[in-house]
C-alpha cells in the first residue's frame, strides 16, 4: 500500500489503526503547512527577539504533534469530516494554538520578551576581532566606551560593578550565566544591565 496515494481520511483511519508509517506519512505530508502556519502566528505576534527560526519552529511542530496525539490520538478520533479539508483546519488550529501558547509564556511575568534586547545585536558597534589590528581598534574602542560609561554613570551606587560587568562581556565574551555567578546576581539583572549599559554607550559615547 503506497500511503502517498491515501486520502486524508483514510490516512487517519490508519492512524487510529497505529499503523505507525501512516503516522509517518501524515506528519511529512503537513510539515511544511504546520511549520508556515507556526511561524506567521509568530511574525503576527510582532515582538521584538521573536523570531521563527528553524530551531523554534521545529519545536513548535514537534509540540503540535503531541497535542494531537495526545490522549489516544483524540483530535483525530473525535474529528468530524464536514469537508475536505477537515484535517487540515484541525492541523492549523492546534499549530496555532501551540504557538500561542508559546508566546504567552514568553510574555509570562516570569520572562517578559518585549523587555529584552538581543546582546548580540547590541556587540555590533564593536569591532570583529580576529586579527591584531582589528584586536587593537576593539581594545582601543572599548577603553573609550568603558571611560565614556564611568563618567555617565558615576553617581549610581553599583557603578564599579556594573562597567567591569559590560568590560568582560563585551572585551573578554564572558558569559552572562558566568557574570551571574561571579557578581553572585541573578541571571536576568546581569542581561539587563549589560542591554541598559549597550543603549547608554551608543545614545552617550559613540
Known sequence: MNRQELSDRKLVELCLEYDEDAVAELMRRYKR??????????????????????PLLED??????TRIMADDRRALRELEWLHEG???????????????????KLLSNKRDITKEE???????FLPERGNPAANTEHKILLDELTKCLVNVIR???DWVRDV????????????????????????RKVENTLARLARLAKAHCL
Open 86 to 104: 477537515a484535517l487540515r483546519g484541525l492541523l492549523q488550529k492546534t499549530a496555532t494554538t501551540a504557538t500561542q501558547d508559546h508566546i504567552r
Open 118 to 124: 538581543s546582546l548580540t545585536d547590541i556587540g555590533m
Open 33 to 54: 503547512m504546520i511549520a508556515r502556519t507556526a511561524a506567521k502566528t509568530l511574525s503576527a505576534a510582532n515582538l521584538p527577539g521573536l523570531r521563527p527560526t528553524i
Open 164 to 187: 567591569a560587568i559590560f568590560r568582560l562581556f563585551f572585551g573578554y565574551r564572558i558569559t552572562a550565566s558566568d557574570l551571574a555567578r561571579i557578581y553572585q546576581m541573578n541571571l
Open 155 to 157: 553617581a549610581e551606587a
Open 60 to 65: 513548535l511542530s514537534q509540540d503540535t504533534w
